[in-house]
């Protein structure tokens, strides 16, 4: 009996531990991430437009989050290899059609995607005929962000 006892508190002082340690560490778990946010903040904006929400795409994310990457090396936003990504999403997703917007500076997903909706051409991709998206918002060694967004149907 004593044996069984001392099992259970053993037990309950590990779960204890890990469970108090989990807690702590995930402080910030209910923090929707930037490209969440944009991602959300487009859905809106489609939806006052009567447009269907774009789907969050893996494969749409990991490009546009290698693309972003590509980008804070050169510290310049681009669309270079643009082609590229569109070939993958075209092979992997089937895609027919594809689009990107890109930026740097804009401090959250707020302004963004103000500043794409305020510019003609990025509007476009954001109103347009697409079913699915990948985002990224990815701050450089400064803390400026750099921001992809690919669009496919």
Not at 84 to 90: A, E, F, K, M, Y
Request: glycine letters at 6%; hydrophobic letters at 30%; proline letters at 1%.
């Amino acid at each position: 009996m004593k044996t069984s006892l001392v099992k259970y508190l053993f037990t309950f002082l590990i779960l204890s531990s890990v469970l108090s340690s989990c807690s702590n560490d995930d402080s910030n778990s209910n923090e929707i991430s930037v490209a969440d946010e944009v991602l959300k903040l487009v859905n809106e904006y489609r939806s006052e437009k009567g447009l269907k929400p774009l789907t969050k795409n893996s494969t749409a994310e990991e490009l546009a989050i290698g693309h972003t990457r590509y980008m804070i090396s050169k510290k310049d936003i681009s669309h270079d290899n643009f082609n590229s990504r569109g070939d993958v999403l075209n092979e992997k997703e089937n895609a027919v059609s594809t689009a990107e917007n890109v930026a740097s500076s804009y401090p959250d997903a707020k302004s963004v995607v103000d500043g794409w909706i305020a510019s003609d051409g990025h509007r476009q991709n954001i109103e347009g005929d697409y079913t699915h998206t990948g985002i990224a918002a990815i701050k450089d060694e400064n803390g400026k962000y750099y921001y992809t967004q690919l669009f496919y149907r």
